[in-house]
């Protein structure tokens, strides 16, 4: 970087937050780094005549970010199989709020993915960032009614298509091993007692890595995919690791210490795996690693 101390620090500061906010609205870890490399750059040019530095810093972030969108959008129009956000190793962030966790959620990320591009800004500023309908407005040069509407419409879609129901990190943490150690023992018994019958899993191998080109829906579809890995050996040499994926408990697959792929979930009330995420396209690992394994973890 270059620029002053007092310019940096000013930056620094807001960093998490603005590479955060640009991930929430893109859906893109890489994307979103870029975005506020690029608002760094920016800053270090006109920081000296800027009076609200965040409020600066938030409003560049946000605008370059709905462009970045819309440019992913028309890309992902022609995506190959389903489109799952690019993962990150994120772990729960105590002083975080719980929408602001929320929000980094895949299953989450995936029902933003419907909205608009300024329906899904206005979302995210206001319920993960608690942001207030002027400064929203002021962001995304909108009057404070039309950001109201955008918020209403938002919120109606949102509530109808979220995860219905968030476990708490000790639940969702048991509910993982065990589906891990039901996958690796082979038991079925004891991966139909954690999975809900109308579970469904999404696959996103972006046409890079072998992956079903649909959701498979159901129990019995989900486990007949399980079987089919076992039986052609594809994951022979893997290790297999639990560790968080988007600040939740997640399972990181390895060969010879490269992340293979990143697999997340969604609850019920029970604890019942609801949804299953698992993204394998090498180009959207980048920002997943995979933590020491345990012994007890296995192969």
């Not at 991930?23 to 506020?36: H, K």
């Not at 022979?236 to 060969?255: C, E, F, K, Y």
Request: proline share 5%; net charge negative.
């Amino acid at each position: 970087m270059t620029g002053t101390t007092a310019e940096t620090e000013i930056f620094e500061q807001q960093r998490r937050q603005l590479t955060g906010v640009a991930y929430r609205i893109t859906g893109s870890w890489t994307d979103a780094e870029d975005i506020a490399q690029d608002v760094w750059l920016r800053w270090a040019n006109v920081h000296q005549d800027v009076d609200r530095p965040r409020n600066w810093l938030l409003r560049v972030t946000v605008r370059a970010s709905l462009d970045r969108l819309r440019r992913l959008k028309r890309r992902r129009e022609t995506y190959l199989g389903p489109w799952l956000p690019e993962p990150v190793s994120l772990a729960p962030d105590p002083e975080d709020t719980a929408e602001l966790r929320d929000t980094l959620m895949v299953g989450m990320l995936l029902v933003l993915e419907s909205l608009s591009p300024l329906e899904r800004a206005v979302f995210v500023l206001r319920q993960a960032f608690d942001w207030d309908y002027e400064d929203i407005a002021e962001a995304l040069s909108r009057s404070p009614a039309a950001v109201r509407q955008l918020a209403h419409r938002a919120n109606q879609h949102v509530e109808e298509a979220r995860p219905r129901f968030t476990v708490d990190e000790r639940r969702a943490a048991e509910s993982t091993e065990r589906f891990l150690r039901a996958c690796l023992d082979g038991n079925v018994e004891d991966l139909l007692r954690v999975l809900s019958p109308d579970v469904v899993m999404y696959t996103d191998g972006s046409g890079e890595a072998p992956a079903p080109k649909r959701a498979l829906v159901g129990a019995r579809e989900v486990l007949s995919f399980l079987a089919g890995l076992g039986r052609k050996k594809a994951l022979a040499d893997a290790t297999h690791t639990l560790g968080h994926v988007n600040t939740r408990p997640g399972i990181i697959t390895s060969i010879g210490g490269q992340v293979q792929s990143a697999m997340t979930f969604d609850h019920d009330r029970s604890g019942r795996i609801v949804a299953i995420y698992v993204v394998s396209a090498p180009s959207k690992l980048a920002h997943v690693s995979a933590p020491a394994a345990d012994p007890g973890d296995g192969r």
